[in-house]
Every structure is written in structure tokens, then in C-alpha cells.
């Protein structure tokens, strides 16, 4: 006796049941590989920006290539030196910086700041002791590499970081126990990814503070505002062309900021390193001229030199910034 039409479809259905369960059992085993697999763990996800009306499209951000989970994640274990490659690039130095909040979760935020039009990201990261919000401390921004041909502000940056989070000194360990560090060592990722003093549009960003024509001084504008730093240092280099090539510390914005570029050129002398304090007005759209001229937030203007192939001059430069650095994060770290 023939099976009626639904008795037919019915059987059909159930083979098919049997056959899909089949197939999801053999392929189970991959799919539990995949997510297991320590190449599949997600990228360190940036916090949300703060708003602006010029932010870079979504489709314009390069996203870096995921980090495995770093070998070293006990508390107090030594964090490794930065990168030391003479161009400092975002490729070099990223990495190293998204690793330090996870070794440190404690005390080390990252901040995506924001997209650049060449598709890099602007990272800064903000130390503060564990458990203390950087609204009760005072407050030191650095901002390092505004141009791309200056490389040895991201790499004094990035020591002044580790420093920062390691140093067994107890002057230094007191220093970052009342101070709050937001720190951008490469503030110009597109130039420096190229070695380019310039931005991808060509424009000097360190001419910028004002018109805000570049996103990068846009993005910088609006996290440090929100900040509300005590001082800021703006860390440059000059180049072997420049006409006045002196190591210096210029103030802008007070007496906190005079203060601050004597004792950095104390500290940096102390160290073996030339560094002259001077203190000028002048074109306001100069970084620490802009916060101290416009906004009367003391700012100090970092320049060491940049002399490629001479020996020693890199180190030089390097260890005058440190020395600048902690200096002024001294005077910071006073109330």
C-alpha cells in the first residue's frame, strides 16, 4: 500500500534532521578550536571618543594587528624596554603600549584619542596610582613627535613612561604617587610613520593650535581640555638645519611654568646635559604657546637636537628629555 503524500514528507523531513545534526556534530570540534584559539582574542577596544563635529569616518581607522595575551601579567613583574628603533614608528611602538595596560591594569588606561586622515591612530596612555582617580592628583600632560622627522621624542616618551611605572628611586617613586601622567609619544602618526615632519595634509601641526585645521591637533584640543592638565611639555628636537639649535626649555603661561623650565634645565645639568629656561611670547599657534598664551595653562616647550649619525647625539637627546621630563614632573607633583 502506497504511503500518502504527507507520510512521505514527513519521512523526507526527518532525513534531512538526521543528516544537518550529523554535520553540526563533525564540525563542532573546529568550531571550538577557533574559538579557543589565542590568535582569535580581540584587540584592546578603544574607549568612546569624546564628540566632535570633525572626527574621522569610521572606515578611515586602521586597526592594528591583534596582540596575543602577554607571557608576563603578574602585578609588579618588570615591564620590558620600549622599542629602540631609530624611526620610531607606530608599528613599533603601539604594541608596546597596548601591552602595558594589560601588565598594569591597575595603573595604566589606554586612550585611543582618535583616527588620523592616513588611517593611523593618536594612543596616549594615562598612568595614575592603583586605585586613585587622576582628578584627585596633579596632573602632567606630555606630548611627544607633533613632527614626524623628530624621533627620539617618542623614544624619550616612551622611557619616560617605563621610568615612570618602574623606577626604584624614592624621589621618583613619590613624584608618580601625586602625579597623574596623560602621554601621547607619537602625536604625529602619519608623519612618523613615513618619517615626514608634516601631517597628511601637509600641514606643520605645531602651527596649528587655533586654526585647527589638521585632525590630529583637533583630537589632541579636545582630550586636553577635558583633561584640565596642571602643565603640559610639548617634547621637539631641533634639526642640524635649524638656525638656533640650543637644547631649551621655553615657558609659556606663568610662574609655574617659568619654575618648571629652570628646574628641568637644573635636573637635565645635573645629568651632564645642556638645556637653557627662557621664557618668550610670540605666533600663538605654537602648541604651549596656545594653552599658556590663550588659555593661561602652563606650558613648556621642549627642544632638544636631532643630529643623525653623530655619535652619542642620540642618547644625548634622549637623556636631556628624561632628565627635562622628570623635572618637570616634580614641579608638578607640588601644590
Not at 8 to 25: E, K, M, N
Not at 286 to 295: K, T, Y
Request: net charge positive; glycine share 6%.
Amino acid at each position: 500500500m502506497p504511503f500518502p503524500s504527507f507520510r512521505r514528507a514527513a519521512l523526507w523531513r526527518g532525513f534531512f534532521w538526521c543528516g544537518a545534526g550529523l554535520l553540526s556534530v563533525l564540525a563542532a570540534p573546529e568550531v571550538r578550536a577557533q574559538q579557543l584559539s589565542p590568535l582569535s582574542a580581540p584587540a584592546l577596544e578603544p574607549p568612546a571618543l569624546l564628540e566632535t563635529e570633525d572626527d574621522a569616518p569610521a572606515s578611515l581607522v586602521r586597526r592594528p594587528a591583534r596582540i596575543s595575551r602577554p607571557a608576563l601579567t603578574v602585578r609588579g613583574v618588570p615591564i620590558s624596554a620600549p622599542p629602540d628603533g631609530f624611526y620610531q614608528t607606530p608599528e613599533e611602538i603601539e604594541p608596546w603600549l597596548l601591552n602595558l595596560s594589560r601588565l598594569r591594569p591597575s595603573q595604566v588606561k589606554t586612550r585611543i584619542l582618535g583616527a588620523t586622515l592616513g588611517g593611523n591612530r593618536i594612543v596616549a596612555l594615562e598612568i595614575a596610582p592603583s586605585g586613585v582617580s587622576p582628578w584627585k592628583l596633579r596632573r602632567l600632560a606630555v606630548l611627544c613627535r607633533q613632527h614626524g622627522n623628530e624621533p627620539e621624542s617618542s623614544a624619550s616618551g616612551a622611557r619616560f613612561i617605563r621610568e615612570f611605572l618602574t623606577s626604584t628611586d624614592p624621589k621618583k617613586r613619590a613624584i608618580a604617587q601625586k602625579t597623574a601622567l596623560l602621554i601621547v609619544p607619537i602625536a604625529n602618526p602619519d608623519g612618523a610613520a613615513v618619517y615626514r615632519r608634516r601631517t597628511e595634509e601637509n600641514i606643520d601641526m605645531n602651527r596649528d593650535w587655533g586654526p585647527f585645521r589638521t585632525q590630529e591637533t583637533r583630537v589632541l584640543a579636545n582630550w586636553l581640555g577635558a583633561w584640565k592638565p596642571h602643565l603640559i611639555v610639548d617634547v621637539h628636537q631641533w634639526l642640524p638645519k635649524d638656525r638656533q639649535n640650543a637644547p631649551m626649555a621655553e615657558a609659556s603661561g606663568g610662574a609655574l611654568a617659568r619654575r618648571t623650565a629652570k628646574r628641568m634645565a637644573q635636573n637635565s645639568a645635573r645629568r651632564g646635559y645642556a638645556l637653557s629656561a627662557r621664557s618668550r611670547w610670540g605666533l600663538d599657534t605654537l602648541s604651549h604657546r596656545f594653552w599658556g598664551q590663550r588659555l593661561k595653562i602652563p606650558a613648556i616647550l621642549l627642544e632638544t637636537r636631532h643630529r643623525p649619525g653623530v655619535a652619542g647625539a642620540r642618547e644625548a637627546a634622549i637623556g636631556t628629555s628624561l632628565a627635562a621630563l622628570w623635572g618637570a614632573a616634580e614641579m608638578v607633583s607640588r601644590k
